[in-house]
Structure formats: structure tokens, C-alpha cells
């Protein structure tokens, strides 16, 4: 059997709509707090791939500037000397 209360006891009422209206206040503060870790994470991982990006093209161009740098000292009358060691699959030359 199911038991219901009167629809004339205000008290009642006004409970039962505080209830259902905190429910819905931790319902919705739960999804905002669900919005706002994705973001940050989302922000975070933004921030990382965009240092990183930067990191590797600061250092592609200081490595050309540096390679050229070492070219043009010297000079194309000049003998390179090559070293050579040995691996375990042949000769290597650097």
C-alpha cells in the first residue's frame, strides 16, 4: 500500500521542494565541477603542446645557426679529417 501525504499540509511540501531543489542544486554543481576539470585539463594540455612546439622550432633554428656558423669557417681549400671507429656492424665515420 502506498502512502501519500495530503496535498493541504503546506509543511510537507515546502520539504519536499527544498529536497527536490537541493538535489537539483548538487546535480548542477556536479556537472559545472565535470565542465571545469575538462577545461582546465583541456587548457593545460593546450599550454604543454604549444611550450613544446616552441621549444623544438627555437631549437631547429639555433641548430641551422649554429651548423652554418661551423660551414663557413671553413675554408672549401681546407682538407676535412674524418674519424672513424669501429661498431659491431662495420666502421662508422663522423
Known sequence: MVHTRAPSDPVASLICALRAGVALMAQLLAGLMLILVA???????AIAGLTLAAVAITMRLSASRQARG?????????????????????WTVE
Do not use: M, N, Q
Not at 39 to 45: N, Q
Open 70 to 90: 661551423a660551414r663557413r669557417s671553413t675554408a672549401p681549400d681546407e682538407a676535412i679529417t674524418l674519424d672513424a671507429r669501429p661498431t659491431p656492424r662495420g
Open 39 to 45: 577545461g582546465l585539463v583541456a587548457l593545460v594540455t
